[in-house]
């Protein structure tokens, strides 16, 4: 009921508007929410008991709101809002003032609706005044109707305008710190924005010119290493720094391939995740022989093919494969598993490795996560795997998940929604 209750405010909305837009569109989805159930309602009593014209302006209603439902989904016209929240407010004082029903109040609703809808403190403040005008010569009909003497009647009225007056003013009031709140944080989003693609394009850079240098100084070092003419030594620092260089290349080219492949465009295709995961465990079971490792496929019994992105999809489960490899120890098995659960396909990746301690658990998913460490061969980790596989599948409307026990083994499970919304 919350997800449902939540597209329907969002109707409208793009990641394009800004956070102004957002709520201004929200604001008039909130509006028409509460309003159309009643202008039904009233639709269905009205015609039931021969109050045609009545009808006829219910009808007229819900097709204004019909209306604001196409500027919603076509995202055109926006400034049209305001403009139909002024006609509504028109025929409710219509209404009010021709059947005497009690129609004026819902103008309260349209005074809390245009504090956001009207973008210029002028426009709402004429607006208020108007609807204030309406409400209070609604209210002082009724008053005299009612038959009070004539020396309380201003007592009355005054009942009914000042705390509308009030409530519009510090409606204004607020929506103004609102406002200024709002273009704060706006701007402030796009600050951060704007930094993020700066450091990502920093970073591509740097790993880029770095691949050279270092290529250098491997090539460097084995040229060395062939003269015959070093000490033991002089050897071992050879291999250090041949090996140090060789780590901080990959390294390099870890976060070149993660750059690009994140930043591929989402062409979703059907796949069948059963072959795509036994792919990759093929591959896998090469890279195992060292360890004398076994790795086993249980693929799923029904169909498991969606729309996914083939090549994040085969980075999502070659990462958490070779994890699972890494952490193992030699002679050790990896269990993988696909198996289908309503409306969700379910991926497996077992070891009965090293595991993970309770305290690192939360901070796994992080890039650079503190919780990398070396596997039982002493290959290395650059602590962006796991976060490159979380993004993923995060990407692909899933969730991950992760059980460890250190020095039992770990099982990460992704689950993937068969269908996407």
């Known amino acids: ?67 604001t439902i196409l500027i919603g989904y076509y995202k055109k016209y926006r400034f049209l809002r305001s403009l139909i929240l002024v006609l509504l407010s028109v025929i409710a004082f219509y209404v009010a003032l021709k059947f005497r029903n009690g129609s004026e109040y819902r103008v309260l609703v349209m005074l809390v609706a245009g504090a956001v809808i009207f973008d210029k403190n002028w426009k709402y403040m004429v607006f208020t005044l108007f609807l204030s005008i309406g409400f209070t010569y609604c209210r002082h009909l009724d008053i005299v109707a009612s038959g009070l003497p004539s020396d309380l009647i201003g007592h009355r009225v005054a009942q009914a305008l000042i705390p509308f007056i009030v409530a519009s003013v510090s409606l204004l009031y607020f929506k103004n710190i609102y406002i200024t709140s709002q273009l704060k944080l706006q701007s402030a989003l796009i600050e951060v924005s704007n930094s993020n693609v700066a450091k990502e394009r920093i970073m591509h850079a740097l790993a880029h010119d770095l691949r050279t240098p270092l290529s250098n100084i491997i090539s460097i070092s084995r040229i060395m290493h062939q003269q015959g003419n070093l000490t033991m030594e002089q050897l071992k620092w050879l291999d250090f720094i041949e090996s140090a260089s060789q780590n901080s290349i990959a390294l390099v080219n870890e976060l070149l391939q993660t750059h690009e492949l994140m930043n591929l465009p989402e062409n979703y295709e059907s796949i069948d995740l059963n072959k795509i995961v036994e792919e990759v465990v093929q591959m896998a079971i090469l890279t195992s022989k060292d360890k004398d490792l076994h790795v086993e496929f249980i693929k799923a019994d029904d169909d498991c093919s969606q729309l996914l992105v083939q090549l994040k999809i085969q980075r999502l489960f070659s990462n958490l494969i070779h994890n699972a490899i890494k952490f193992s120890n030699p002679s050790g098995r990896v269990i993988v598993t696909v198996s289908k659960q309503g409306q969700l396909c379910t991926v497996s990746v077992k070891d009965f490795g090293i595991g993970i301690s309770e305290k690192n658990i939360p901070i796994i998913f992080d890039a650079f996560t503190k919780a990398k460490r070396k596997g039982t061969q002493n290959e290395p980790s650059y602590g962006l795997g796991l976060s490159i596989c979380k993004q993923i599948t995060e990407q692909h409307g899933g969730l991950i998940s992760v059980v460890s026990e250190l020095g039992k083994g770990t099982e990460f499970v992704v689950s993937l929604p068969m269908v996407r919304a």
């Open 1 to 67: 009921m919350k997800e449902w209750f939540k597209k329907i405010l969002d109707f409208g909305i793009t990641d394009s508007d800004d956070l102004v837009e957002m709520h201004k569109q929200r604001m008039f989805n909130l509006f028409a929410v509460t309003v159309i159930p009643f202008i039904l309602f009233n639709l269905f009593t009205n015609l039931r008991n021969g109050f045609y014209e009545l009808g006829i302006i219910n009808t007229v209603q819900l097709s204004i709101f019909a209306i």
